[in-house]
């Protein structure tokens, strides 16, 4: 079993860390310093519960007022580097400390975070501000977008996600997210993937919201480039799952399922949390000449109550040749994670062809 993540603060890291903060703080207090992390409480702490305890520890350690404390920050960041230690998500109690301690000084707060953002992201950091500073700090997003390091420019984009997962919620851009259009039209065609997969990620967020402001942004970058092509397909991933129709004519797809979808079969009809279920089926196009399809499938999961909760997952999208046959085999893993928890009960897996269900089996999970 893989060790849990929140374990990634283990006594090897603190070593490092800790002599990382000596070198630039030699008065610092290295044995307090973990007595006060490890204190009876540490074990009980989760991940994120971690992060907000160290970056709070660490803030009785440092001197100073808020600004020499962030000065402070970057020094470790620069040793750090200088110690050829690399940057990851563990050291996200920067942010944190920004987060929890800077609030009332937006202008060294941004200037912390567009340097510690290189480092390790301060996504979630810039909510509060976002949310206290709304036009201050989308100024300042649009600002960053058209950086030169491409994890700011990524920043611009993952920080102001109207529904960036396991963060603060933004209210105000979930109602109107037209302050978030600049920052994505200045990264439509970034060079960096890493950036380009935030863009399609805040542009989902949007469609779930606002489909049609996705829908004219997508008219509007179509064809400029290959990448920028990725980036609105990805966008668009939620509203294809949903078969909207404004979405479909864009991507030449139709609401017609001309074709047969003939001998779903599943490998078992009794499974257990955690065992996989493989399925297959058959394919027969019945247009007159060759048609785009969008092949799904559609999960019915149990949930605690109860009722299902579908789930789309994409199978294939081509042009189907007509007089044709094609056959398909896929599986499922039904195991429990962080983000989905499988409850027994009598679930249903569908075969969906451009937005509609062609054929439908149950089965048992026990």
Not at 90 to 118: H, N, R, V
Not at 338 to 364: C, D, Q, S, W
């Amino acid at each position: 079993m893989p060790d849990l993540l929140k374990n990634v603060y283990n006594p090897t890291f603190f070593e490092q860390f800790t002599k990382t903060v000596k070198q630039v703080l030699p008065q610092f207090r290295k044995q307090a310093f973990l007595n006060q992390v490890f204190d009876t409480e540490w074990e009980g702490k989760e991940l994120k519960q971690r992060m907000r305890h160290i970056a709070t520890i660490l803030n009785n350690h440092l001197p100073g007022t808020y600004k020499e404390r962030v000065q402070t920050i970057i020094q470790i960041i620069d040793q750090t580097k200088k110690n050829s230690v690399k940057a990851g998500f563990e050291y996200m109690f920067f942010p944190d400390f920004i987060e929890q301690y800077g609030l009332s000084d937006l202008k060294t707060s941004l200037e912390a975070m567009e340097l510690i953002t290189q480092f390790t992201s301060c996504e979630f950091a810039i909510r509060p501000f976002l949310l206290k500073y709304p036009d201050e700090v989308m100024a300042q997003m649009v600002k960053w977008s058209i950086h030169t390091h491409p994890h700011v420019r990524r920043f611009a984009s993952e920080g102001c996600r109207p529904r960036l997962p396991w963060a603060m919620g933004i209210p105000a851009l979930k109602k109107d997210p037209s302050p978030i259009l600049p920052v994505l039209e200045n990264l439509k065609a970034d060079d960096s993937v890493f950036v380009r997969k935030s863009v399609a990620n805040n542009l989902n967020d949007i469609a779930k919201d606002h489909p049609e402001v996705v829908v004219d942004v997508v008219k509007n970058w179509k064809g400029i480039s290959p990448e920028t092509d990725w980036i609105i397909k990805h966008g668009c991933r939620t509203l294809l799952k949903k078969a909207h129709p404004s979405t479909y004519q864009l991507f030449d797809l139709s609401d017609s399922t001309a074709c047969r979808v003939t001998d779903l079969a599943l490998d078992k009809t009794k499974l257990r949390i955690g065992e996989r279920l493989r399925f297959s089926f058959k394919l027969k196009p019945t247009f007159e000449k060759p048609s785009k399809l969008r092949l799904e499938y559609a999960v019915y999961y149990v949930k605690a109550a109860g009722q299902y909760s579908r789930k789309i997952f994409q199978l294939k999208e081509n042009i189907f040749q007509p007089e044709a046959s094609y056959s398909f085999q896929k599986e499922q893993r039904f195991q429990d994670f962080t983000t989905r928890k499988h409850y027994p009960g009598k679930h249903k897996l569908a075969i969906v062809v451009n937005g509609k269900e062609m054929a439908v089996k149950e089965f048992l999970l026990q």
